[in-house]
């Protein structure tokens, strides 16, 4: 698990990367660098993918997302570009949208107790923030399996904390807050990178959440099922009840101590197990 060691960036990121971020952060739909100069016109463009590429791609992606395919390390070649452009254009927010909408229509017939321990648990990283500015600045081929993927730039992307909010995701954690339901945040992030974090949600729109639950030193080296199961385990030790839990990974989800519902976002980006 390449998340479990992340180390602190040391370099300054290039100007590239914090003049995509500060014009981006209020839309993921808007991150091509392609686009940067283009009018709206041409923003929500979709690029000219070849009828075969775009079937293929389209059925890999169903795949990979109902975890047929298992483990991948890599988006495949000719899928790269139809990847880009799905998570840079109106496909993506259209998706996660849908998944907010069923998250909600579940999530309101929930009866809250109201005794503080309705519990809903979120992933982070591509469920609450996008780090699609950073993909699109770094290649979209390079997801946190494959051999191109660099963790020092990656961690120096998490240092600036400006990852923005998936726009559904923030509708549906503000919704849950209204609802009455406890947020947990529960990700693969490292305790070193608590500040940082919650700089990042504080900056995207987040906040008024119960936990900020990283992976610790005795966390090192576990399976991302594994750690996510045992701290789901440790709330509903607590007593709280996990009624519903969203993440773009099915590590995010599986497991023991799952919630009653859970609900996958869409990742095409990278798979991590
Ligand atoms: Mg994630």
Redesign the pocket.
Known sequence: MKRSSWGFGQIVLLSLHVSLTTAFSDSILQILPENSGSSPHHRHRHRKIPRDDNLYCDSWRFVVEANDVGPWARIPSRCVAFVQDYVTNDRYRADSEAVADASLEFAKTVKVSGNGKDAWVF?????LLSNVPYYAVHGFGCGHRSETFDENSFDEWVDLAEAPALPASLRLYKELEQLGFKISLLTGRTEFQRSATSKNLDYAGYSNWERLILRGPSDHGKPATVYKSERRKELEDEGYVIHGSS???WS?LNGFAVAERSFKLPNPLYYIA
Do not use: H, N
């Open positions: 992933d982070i990283d591509e469920t993440g773009d990974q995010d």
